[in-house]
């Protein structure tokens, strides 16, 4: 990606071996060396350096330690980025991942089966399209769009119709739920 201009910003692995002054060690080895300067503004420490990683080259890592004592490794190729930016690089990840796993569960992003790519490229806008009418029909905000699509598909199972009433002859501890 760096060869084509593209900065990206990931987590590392606490076993993958980096080299830093010219000694080789697991990132999580190289976390218990370093002093972590309490950063105010995330409310964690960090510090920031560069390593060469054999698989990505020359990168910038930032060790993070939060409140509960747990150690984090981003890694970026933006060599020149401060440790703040590759921070809220991170952060703002989590709110995409979260639309992709919803696109994926309750839009049908991962059930497409075809071979050809005029036709992926259709399901991809469909399954989009699919994921913005669910944050649409959301009835209020902190309504998931797993609530807004078993809603909306009940309200279309039952066409109106009012549920069945409960069997008499089922036992009385399953009425409650029939």
């Given at each position: 990606?760096?060869?084509?201009?593209?900065?990206?910003?990931?987590?590392?692995?606490?076993?993958?071996?980096?080299?830093?002054?010219?000694?080789?060690?697991?990132?999580?080895?190289?976390?218990?060396r370093l002093h972590l300067k309490?950063?105010?503004?995330?409310?964690l420490?960090?510090?920031?350096l560069e390593v060469y990683?054999?698989?990505?080259?020359?990168?910038?890592?930032?060790?993070?330690?939060?409140?509960h004592r747990n150690y984090e490794y981003i890694v970026s190729n933006d060599l020149v980025a401060d440790?703040?930016?590759?921070?809220?690089?991170?952060?703002?990840?989590?709110?995409?991942?979260?639309?992709?796993r919803d696109s994926k569960q309750f839009a049908g992003l991962e059930a497409c089966q075809c071979w050809a790519d005029q036709a992926m490229v259709?399901?991809?806008g469909i399954v989009l399209l699919t994921f913005v009418v669910l944050q649409m029909l959301r009835v209020d905000h902190e309504e998931s769009v797993g609530g807004v699509k078993e809603r909306w598909q009940?309200?279309?199972?039952q066409d109106g119709e009012l549920p069945p009433a409960p069997l008499k002859a089922s036992s009385p501890?399953?009425?409650?739920?029939?």
């Open positions: 990606m760096g060869r084509l201009g593209l900065i990206w910003v990931g987590t590392l692995n606490p076993r993958t071996n980096v080299i830093w002054r010219n000694e080789r060690l697991a990132v999580s080895d190289l976390a218990v309490w950063r105010q503004q995330l409310e420490r960090a510090i920031a990683a054999p698989k990505h080259g020359v990168i910038r890592l930032v060790v993070t330690r939060n409140r440790l703040m930016t590759i921070v809220l690089r991170q952060r703002s990840r989590w709110r995409i991942e979260t639309i992709f259709r399901h991809v009940l309200e279309v199972a501890h399953l009425r409650v739920t029939a």
